[in-house]
């Protein structure tokens, strides 16, 4: 498949998924147009899984045809390319942002999202609140963090913010009344604030699903 004569990159994404929306709120943050390609998860289209066989959004295809298939990969080039665009985004690259960010992001991504899933989607109600007790760890180390500033990481929104948020949206939705009712106010507060940004209301805009070309 020929990308080359492509003007804008190509994403394949799903509204809903938490790493889909972190991927399209970096690049809308640094400006950069995309050929959005809203999928169905249950049929996906032929042309991403040549692309990428394992079949996760979000998938970035350049217009050079190289293929970013991790959504933490998708931020950091968007970031690195075209941060410049937007000031504050460019902060979020010098070292003493940029590595507790990724800590703290390696620490959602490889510790917290395991716990989510299995609190989300749990079968088993009687085995719900043990899930969430296992995750509240994580939450009780955000709330701490944003008991003493506005964001994650200091008082300027960073990439850690817009990397983890989608992932407490998550999991505040599986009981929102519980969420919104617990002990971790910051994180609440934190979550509704992050909820109003302009930019992630216009990449949740729903889109029509991508007709495949092929088959």
């Known amino acids: ?28 943050l640094c400006k950069i147009d995309v050929c959005l390609r809203e999928i169905n998860l249950s049929d996906k289209p032929i042309e991403m ?24 990969a998708i931020m950091i080039w968007s970031l690195e390319r075209f941060s410049k665009r937007n000031k504050k985004t460019h902060k979020w ?26 609190y989300k989607y749990c079968t088993e109600p009687d085995e719900t609140p043990n899930h969430r007790e296992n995750a509240k760890w994580f939450l009780a180390l955000l709330n701490d963090s944003l008991e003493k500033r506005s964001y994650l990481l200091g008082h300027e929104l960073t990439l850690a913010d817009i990397a983890i948020f989608p992932f407490i949206r998550q999991f505040a939705l599986v009981d929102y009344d519980w969420f919104s009712n617990s002990r971790y106010k910051a994180l609440v507060r934190w979550l509704q604030h992050l909820l109003k940004l302009d930019c992630f209301n216009r990449v949740m805009l729903k889109q029509a699903v991508f007709q495949s070309a092929i088959g």
Do not use: W
């Not at 004569?5 to 809308?28: D, G, H, N, Q």
């Not at 690259?93 to 999202?113: A, I, T």
């Open 93 to 118: 690259l010098e070292m003493n942002v940029y590595e507790p960010s990724l800590k703290l992001v390696h620490k959602n991504d490889n510790d917290f999202k395991p716990l989510l899933d299995k």
């Open 1 to 28: 498949m020929n990308f080359k004569s492509t003007v804008k990159p190509i994403l394949y994404s799903f509204r809903r998924c938490p790493y889909a929306i972190r991927a399209r709120m970096s690049l809308e």
């Open 49 to 72: 899984l040549q692309i990428s066989p394992k079949g996760t959004v979000p998938i970035l295809v350049l217009p050079d045809e190289t293929v970013i298939d991790e959504s933490l």
